[in-house]
């Protein structure tokens, strides 16, 4: 019996690959800031909240719940480029 975990992505394309038992995505969320960003305290006690939810929930692995976070300004959003020399 392991450590139950919860994964809280920013780039879901890429954590699907390794199949996580589970995880969230805050949508278009920048790297650095899985939780929200700077000073946003109340954004990120939701974002926890909602790990521990999906925690809670019995689910078959690899499924990432993408969520939206409409108080996180996410204007300069580009997607993340990891292949970028």
């Known amino acids: 019996?392991?450590?139950p975990t919860v994964l809280i992505t920013v780039?879901?394309?890429?954590?699907?690959?390794?199949?996580?038992?589970?995880?969230?995505?805050?949508k278009h969320f920048k790297l650095g800031n899985s939780?929200?960003?700077p000073?946003?305290?109340d954004l990120q006690r939701k974002v926890?909240?909602?790990a521990l939810k999906r925690w809670e929930?019995?689910?078959?692995?690899?499924h990432i719940w993408e969520?939206?976070?409409?108080?996180y300004d996410?204007?300069?959003?580009q997607p993340i480029d990891l292949h970028e020399e």
Not at 11 to 21: D, M, T, Y
Not at 74 to 77: F, Q
């Open 1 to 3: 019996m392991g450590i």
């Open 11 to 26: 780039v879901p394309e890429n954590s699907r690959q390794a199949g996580p038992p589970r995880a969230i995505a805050p």
């Open 35 to 37: 939780l929200g960003g």
């Open 39 to 41: 000073h946003q305290k």
């Open 48 to 50: 926890l909240l909602d």
């Open 57 to 62: 929930t019995r689910e078959e692995p690899g």
């Open 67 to 71: 969520i939206e976070y409409p108080e």
């Open 74 to 77: 996410s204007g300069n959003w």
